[in-house]
Structure formats: structure tokens, C-alpha cells
């Protein structure tokens, strides 16, 4: 390995990404040196291409759904070897380089025989784990899923294959992520917008609304549906993304009904960490299968193609969900 000539991705203006080499930290005790093999896109780096919600000045470095193989162990870690393949969650937002140094307890073991690192990128899963621990599903329970997009459909995932919710409501208003959703979910699954989709909301609220509603689409038109479709009576409402835009909604309702709100990003839990292996194991369980949509990859060096994944994961053309730099 070359420490000298660590090369990462850079934003160094408004839509322009650029490979320059990246200083390597010195590994310290509780740290592991990782060499990367996909590092997934998030919205946040879709922001970030453009100048938004950034860290500074252009330019910086992006990236924190690392996945790799660790190549070297800080003195006092435990429980991992050079060799392991492990993804990152939490722990830094300069993971889309070919090295990077990563707290152990931001770390979790993948299969030995993984190939497929794109298909590994788990760091957003861990959010959706967080999310379906946090909001309180009780046996039996109707919930309502507002967005199908890529953490719609993990979250959809993870309450279908292993929640304690009784009924499954979806709602999506892209045909092929709507199509996504019901090859999971086929029944209960609309576009508020149709016809049909707008009889079952009303259904809904005649028979008193959900107990639950995951509200994806951070919308001022996502959360009039939210607010439709929860119980009027101490109902939950759980904030599972928000897009770093300003959005307005009438907070009426949720006082008066006792609805419980709940921002459920990694900050909300104090031991996040501790759901980093956790979700590592429900994903060799088949609970979550993130790689169904990994729609867009390129390779580190390909810059055409890696300003390419970065331009569309802002606008979401050419059927995109979810993008993966490999390396």
C-alpha cells in the first residue's frame, strides 16, 4: 500500500468531482485501516456535489457507507484480523477513498466469501434498524409507510420480514418504485393519488386511522398524507428522513390528537453502535437485502462515470434509487 499516494473522491466545485490524493490518518489503538471496495452514495453527498449542507469550503472529501477489508489493527482492538471484510457505519464522512482509518466500534464483519461489496453497503440499513427499534411497533400493529424510496423500501424490508406489525400500508407515487414496494408488499400498497389509493385513505380515516406512519418523503405533501392517515389518538409519527430542504406542516393536529413524534436519525440513539453488528447479522439472515437496489455504480477512477452517479442520485433520473462508487 502506497500511504503516500491515497487517492479519494473530491468535490472541488459545484458539481464537478475530481481524484486527488487523500492524507492517511496514523492508525491508532482503537482504529482499524481499511481498504476500500464500495462506498455508497448517500442523499447527503447528493447535497453535497452541489456545495449544500457542506463542511466547509470546496474542496472536501465524501463518502460514509465505506465497505472493504481491513488491513491493519489498532493495538488494543478486539474481535477483528487483517483480512476481515467488514462496512463502516458512522465514524466519518471521508470513506470514498482507497484507504481510510475508522474507529473499530464503527465497524461490523461481513461473510468472508462477499464479492458483491456493493450489495454490502449496510450503513443505511443501520439507520433503518435504529428507526424500527426506536418506534415502538407493537404486536399486531398497522403501519403506514409514506415513500417508497431506497430507505422506504429497506424499511419496508425490515417490516416484513421481521416486525411485529399486523398490517402494512405503503404509499408511492413513482410507478417503478411503487411496483418495488408490492413485489414486498402486494397488498395495501398505493398511489395516494390514483383513485384507488385515495378510497383506501379514506377507509383508513373513517376506521380511525394507523397506529404507526414511517414518513419518507420529507414533503409538505408527505406529511399532509401522514397526517391523514395516523390515528387520531395517540398515534405515532415517525420521522425517518429528512432531505435538509425547509418544509411546513401544521403541528395542530399532532397536539391535539397526542400524536408522539419521533426523529428517528442516528442521533436519537446514544449506543447507535451497538446496532452496527446487529444489522450485520439480520442482513446474513436475509431480513434486509440492500443490493435488490443498487441501481448505479462506478469505478473510483472513472471520473465521467463517478460525476455521472453523483448528478443522478440528486435528480433521480435513468430509474435511479441507489449508487455505489466501487473500488
Known amino acids: 500500500m502506497d500511504k503516500l499516494n491515497n487517492q479519494g473522491i473530491w468535490i472541488t466545485a459545484d458539481g464537478v468531482a475530481e481524484l486527488r490524493p487523500v492524507p492517511l490518518a496514523p492508525v491508532g489503538p482503537h482504529d482499524l485501516l481499511i481498504e476500500t471496495k464500495a462506498c455508497g452514495v448517500c442523499a447527503w453527498d447528493a447535497k453535497l456535489y452541489h456545495g449544500q449542507s457542506a463542511p466547509g469550503d470546496f474542496p472536501y472529501v465524501i463518502g460514509h457507507e465505506g465497505v472493504g477489508i481491513v488491513r491493519e489493527v489498532g493495538s488494543l482492538v478486539r474481535g477483528f484480523k487483517v483480512g476481515d ?15 481510510f482509518v475508522q474507529d473499530a466500534s464503527c465497524a461490523a464483519k461481513i461473510p468472508d466469501d462477499t464479492e458483491d461489496y456493493g450489495a454490502m453497503v449496510l450503513e443505511p440499513t443501520v439507520c433503518v434498524v435504529n428507526l424500527l427499534e ?25 417490516l416484513v420480514r421481521g416486525s411485529w406489525a399486523g398490517r402494512i400500508s405503503t404509499f408511492e407515487i413513482q410507478p417503478e418504485r411503487l411496483e418495488l414496494a408490492r413485489r414486498l408488499s402486494p397488498e395495501h400498497t398505493y398511489d ?19 397506529d404507526v406512519v414511517i414518513e419518507f418523503a420529507a414533503t409538505d405533501s408527505g406529511f399532509a398524507l401522514a397526517n391523514r392517515l395516523i390515528r387520531k389518538t395517540g398515534g405515532v409519527l415517525v420521522l425517518g428522513s429528512w432531505h435538509r430542504d425547509q418544509v411546513t406542516f401544521d403541528g395542530s393536529l399532532w397536539h391535539l390528537s397526542g400524536v408522539t413524534v419521533l426523529n428517528l436519525s442516528p442521533m436519537s ?6 446496532l452496527i453488528p446487529r444489522t450485520a447479522a439480520l442482513a446474513e439472515r436475509g431480513i434486509y437485502t440492500p443490493g435488490d437496489y443498487l441501481t448505479h455504480t462506478a469505478c473510483f477512477d472513472d471520473l465521467e462515470g463517478v460525476n ?20
Open 308 to 327: 455521472r452517479v453523483l448528478d443522478i442520485s440528486g435528480t433521480k433520473e435513468d430509474g435511479y434509487i441507489k449508487g455505489a462508487i466501487l473500488f
Open 192 to 210: 395516494p393519488y390514483s383513485q384507488e389509493g385515495e378510497a383506501y385513505i379514506r377507509q383508513l380515516e373513517a376506521q380511525g386511522g394507523v
Open 85 to 99: 471484510k467488514v462496512f463502516c457505519s458512522s465514524g466519518g464522512n471521508e470513506m470514498m477513498v482507497q484507504y
Open 134 to 158: 426506536k418506534a415502538g411497533i407493537r404486536p399486531g400493529d398497522h403501519v403506514a409507510l409514506v415513500g417508497a424510496g431506497y430507505m422506504g423500501l429497506i424499511t419496508l424490508q425490515g
Open 269 to 274: 440513539n446514544r449506543h447507535y453502535t451497538d
